[in-house]
Structures are given as C-alpha cells and as structure tokens.
C-alpha cells in the first residue's frame, strides 16, 4: 500500500512536471521570437513580394514582410517590436545586367527606418516555365537579419514576388 501511494507521488509529480515544463517552453519561445511578428496590416494585396514565416501554410494571410510592386517600390513592411514599421530601401543587388533569375540565383536588400536595419537575403526557388503566360510569379526562400537598438533576430520566410 505504502509502495503504490509512492509511486502515485511519483507518477503525479512527474505529469505535473511534464505540464509546467510544456507551458513554459512555448511562452520562452514566443519571447525569443518578439521582435519580429505577422503584420497586422493585412491589407497588402495586389503585385508585391509576400513573405511568411518558414513553416506557414501558402493560403494563411499571415506576412512577416510585405513590398508593393505597383506602388512605391522602395517601400517596405514589417512589424517590428510590436508595431507595422515602414521600411525604406537603401541598397539591392542582385542578378547582373541582362542576366534571368534561375532557380539558385540569390540577391540582397538593406532596408531602414531610424534605428531599425534590415538585412534581406533572397534565393529563388521556382521560376516561370518559359512558355507559361499565366505564371506571374517567383518564389523564394530569404533570411531577414533584422536590428533595432541592441535587440536582433534572424527570420527564416518563404514567399513569392509577382501578380
């Protein structure tokens, strides 16, 4: 009987233990994350580059980072430490002169805002089919460094630019 009571302890300890533990790790693990979230301006539609956490669902309407294609193109959105920051573009490079993006190609963009710098890598992943007219759009894998005062993180997304 003593023995059965004991193991119970055990037992109850270990599931208690188990359970605090789980609902720590996901709140240390969003904290980690804080500085960079979905934009809360999701009204970003129409040609751009849309770009989601690595591991988002392609049909969820969450963005890490958004550009306009049709508006101003030196402009860009994020939501950093809490709040849609617009970005301004500093510097691009990429594929040279009259060379095409291919699958592997890689580019690079500096945006900022005041004290915010961001650091984008893009590297492309799909690219139109020659002859399919219907294809508006490429797609890409990037890491965004992303700064603020003496806070950073590093964003691994997936997206697309085209129509």
Do not use: W
């Not at 700064?147 to 630019?161: E, F, L, N």
């Amino acid at each position: 009987m003593f023995l059965r009571s004991y193991v119970l302890r055990i037992l109850f300890g270990l599931v208690f233990g188990v359970v605090m533990v789980v609902g720590i790790i996901p709140a240390q693990t969003a904290s980690k994350r804080g500085l960079v979230a979905n934009l809360k301006n999701t009204a970003a539609d129409g040609c751009g580059c849309y770009f989601r956490f690595r591991g988002t669902p392609r049909n969820a309407e969450r963005y890490v980072f958004f550009s306009s294609i049709e508006e101003d193109q030196n402009k860009a959105s994020m939501n950093i430490d809490g709040h849609d920051v617009k970005l301004t573009l500093e510097k691009e490079e990429g594929p040279k002169g009259k060379e095409k993006e291919r699958v592997g190609s890689r580019s690079t963009a500096s945006f900022a805002n005041g004290d915010i710098k961001v650091n984008a890598t893009y590297v492309v992943t799909r690219v139109c089919p020659p002859r399919d007219e219907s294809c508006e759009s490429t797609d890409y894998e990037a890491t965004f460094v992303v700064k603020k005062g003496a806070k950073s993180q590093i964003v691994k997304a997936t997206g697309s630019c085209g129509c």
